[in-house]
Antibody
Framework: EVQLLESGGGLVQPGGSLRLSCTASGFTFINYGMAWVRQAPGKGLEWVSSIGDTDYKTYYTDSVKGRFTISRDNSKNKIYLQLSSLRVDDAAVYFC??????????WGQGTLVTVSS | EIVLTQSPATVSLSPGERVTLSCRASQSVTNYLAWYQQKPGQAPRLLIYDASNRATGIPARFSGSGSGTDFTLTISSLEPEDFAVYYCQQRGSLPRTFGQGTKVEIK
């Protein structure tokens, strides 16, 4: 069974930083691209960033370029999202997802990031 | 950026009824479109990918169709567990984008 478990969310002040982690199990991690998708409270879904399986190629939505960094550690079956220069509008539940056929086939339960002074 | 517009925003129906949800793209995504279901407090679940392929474990009452810019998700006979919010999403180009969602609520 595929499992994705996010951690690292919390309360941070505007301008602050946070690192999110996602631990994967139940599949051969190195064979799959992974992604982060977020959902602000009461709002819709927004793709944030993706990373390739073995090429480690990274992609970002424009609003987080230069502030967020996605990475992966295939030896630990983990992906990360480093969030910096956080803004109030970055507050959301951040979901980790496994890519299959280019779409988000499996999702974690999410980790909540709150940005407030 | 490709904008996906879903309609209607909300639909009120009874169990057993048929529902068709629409997703229109601002430019062609060929068939690179998916549908997700999300219930309150839960992560989204992939229902349909590449416009018409059911994801693993998805019941046959869910079907998708369309290509280019116009897509539909049909639920042939609503079950109580189908009342939720549905999102479409494209992978035709970056950035990946989602529609704003359609809420299917109990009448």
């Amino acid at each position: 069974e595929v499992q994705l478990l996010e951690s690292g969310g919390g309360l941070v002040q505007p301008g602050g930083s946070l690192r999110l982690s996602c631990t994967a199990s139940g599949f051969t991690f190195i064979n799959y691209g992974m992604a982060w998708v977020r959902q602000a409270p009461g709002k819709g879904l927004e793709w944030v960033s993706s990373i390739g399986d073995t090429d480690y190629k990274t992609y970002y939505t424009d609003s987080v370029k230069g502030r967020f960094t996605i990475s992966r550690d295939n030896s630990k079956n983990k992906i990360y999202l480093q969030l910096s220069s956080l803004r109030v509008d970055d507050a959301a539940v951040y979901f980790c997802a496994r890519l299959l056929n280019g779409f988000y086939n499996d999702w974690g339960q999410g980790t909540l990031v709150t940005v407030s002074s | 950026e490709i904008v996906l517009t879903q309609s209607p925003a909300t639909v009120s129906l009874s169990p057993g009824e048929r529902v068709t949800l629409s997703c229109r793209a601002s430019q062609s995504v060929t068939n690179y479109l998916a549908w997700y279901q999300q219930k309150p407090g839960q992560a989204p679940r992939l229902l349909i990918y590449d416009a018409s392929n059911r994801a693993t474990g998805i019941p046959a009452r869910f079907s998708g169709s369309g290509s280019g810019t116009d897509f539909t998700l049909t639920i042939s006979s609503l079950e109580p567990e189908d009342f939720a919010v549905y999102y479409c999403q494209q992978r035709g180009s970056l950035p990946r984008t989602f529609g704003q969602g359609t809420k299917v609520e109990i009448k």
